[in-house]
């Protein structure tokens, strides 16, 4: 849970003054696209093995899951623009004017942010599942199962009435 929010202020595309730069590095916004890809499976492999356990089937299991399911597909949303943003670097026109690679920077920029809006949404449902279980396994301890020495005894039959 942590990794998405640490990783959502680490991958950074600007420079120390709010800008794009003049040649952004592929190799290091692809590293962007790679870690995050990396990220969205454990999540995804974490989503597979809580639906294919019996826990997901009780009502809290099925919130934990609808949490997980939305991690799985906020982590896979984040690949894809942190490689996008890799991709228009790559295609930036070298020699063409600053105007001409005004509309590329900014869809840079917006691709990037969003794919770190993703992460931390990534981190939120992840903190939303926990939460999730955490309260389901209070409400247990609370009021947990009687042992066989605590369970209590039935009371006696009745005595049968005489009939008619």
Known sequence: MAKFSDNSEQWKLLDERGHVPDEPSFAELFQHATGAQDLSRDVLRLTAEFAASPHSTNRAGR???????????????????????????LGLPRSSSPTAQHYPKNRMVIDHATARAYLRRTSEALREAIKELDTHLDFHRFFR?????????????????RRR
């Open 63 to 89: 919130a934990t899951l609808a949490h997980l399911a939305t991690a799985s597909t906020m982590s896979a949303h984040a690949t894809s623009h942190f490689a996008d943003t890799a991709e228009t670097a």
């Open 145 to 161: 199962a009687p042992s066989h020495h605590e369970r209590p005894v039935p009371p006696p039959p009745k005595p049968a009435g």
